[in-house]
């Protein structure tokens, strides 16, 4: 038994060898991966904010579509100067569209109330028409022609 014994350790000794052994090239491994992994990551992010800043030049951008990319390249760690400059061009584009809002909504400055009743009561009588005056003296007579008799 105990030859049974002597081997059961020298195998748990080798495979404690072996193990040692194989960790770090599987750790090595995994970390090529995850560097692999974090290049495409940074790849994808990078290209999100140059899709963003193109987003953010048309006419027309939507908003969400970029706050989205931004936030994609956030999270993936991505702190450049591209992704400042999206921020910037997005919150830029939200207070110019906020200033147009208010501007198309009345370009004249509102009236006290006060005032506003006041001239609609002014605008009221003088919608109405004046009396038609009476036809004057002076108008010519009306002449009468001989008929001409055949």
Known sequence: MRRA?????????AMAIE?????PVV???????????????HRHAEKAVREAIRE??????????????????????LLSEDVVLAEEMLQKHRA???????RSSGSRARKPKAV???????????S?????????????????RKRAST
Not at 96 to 102: D, G, S, Y
Not at 116 to 126: G, L, P, T
């Open 5 to 13: 014994c002597g081997t059961l350790q020298a195998k748990e000794n």
């Open 27 to 41: 750790d090595a491994i995994m970390a090529l991966l995850r560097r692999g992994e974090n290049v495409q990551l």
């Open 128 to 144: 109405t028409r004046p009396a038609p005056k009476p036809a004057s003296k002076t108008t010519k007579p009306a002449t009468t």
């Open 56 to 77: 953010l030049l048309l006419a027309s951008p939507d908003e969400n579509k970029a706050a989205a990319r931004i936030a994609i390249a956030k999270a993936a760690g």
């Open 116 to 126: 506003e009743d006041a001239a609609a009561s002014a605008s009221d009588k003088s």
């Open 19 to 23: 193990s040692a052994l194989i960790k």
């Open 96 to 102: 110019t569209k906020a200033q147009t809002r208010t």
